[in-house]
């Protein structure tokens, strides 16, 4: 296997990624009642947009991550389900720096987000 060196295979992993997404029994549902049928092309090309940012250096993505998913009804069993996911994922195609620096900021991602949800819950 080789590592993820375009955005082409950004956009694999992306597509990959969420087709496991949409049919998880516990994720899948949080996913659809924010994103529904008609959104997912915009938030995959966002999706695409982040990770090569953050994976290859390459500018384009400018937001706040946290903020779409601070009014989700998710705790950690789901952010435990993403990350699981993600590296499975990761792995099933890529394997490199990159697929390990993908992997690790998954998993970073997942720790902050929920503690940050945990502090505004429990605040």
């Known amino acids: 296997m080789r590592d993820i060196e375009?955005?082409?295979d950004i956009e694999s992993l992306v597509n990959t990624f969420y087709d496991k997404v949409k049919s998880d029994d516990l994720?899948?549902?949080v996913f659809a009642s924010k994103i529904g049928e008609g959104?997912?092309?915009r938030h995959l090309e966002r999706m695409y947009t982040f990770w090569t940012t953050i994976l290859l250096n390459q500018p384009g993505y400018?937001?706040?991550p946290f903020?779409?998913?601070r009014n989700l009804p998710i705790e950690q069993a789901h952010?435990?389900?993403w990350v699981?996911?993600?590296k499975t994922i990761v792995d099933s195609l890529f394997a490199g720096p990159v697929a390990n620096e993908a992997k690790y900021r998954a998993e970073l991602?997942?720790?902050l987000f929920m503690a940050k949800l945990s502090k505004i819950r429990f605040s």
Do not use: A, T, Y
């Open 27 to 29: 994720i899948g549902p």
């Open 67 to 69: 903020e779409k998913h």
């Open 109 to 111: 991602m997942g720790h």
């Open 84 to 86: 699981s996911l993600f």
């Open 6 to 8: 375009s955005r082409s």
């Open 39 to 41: 959104d997912w092309p």
């Open 62 to 64: 400018s937001g706040q």
């Open 79 to 81: 952010f435990d389900r």
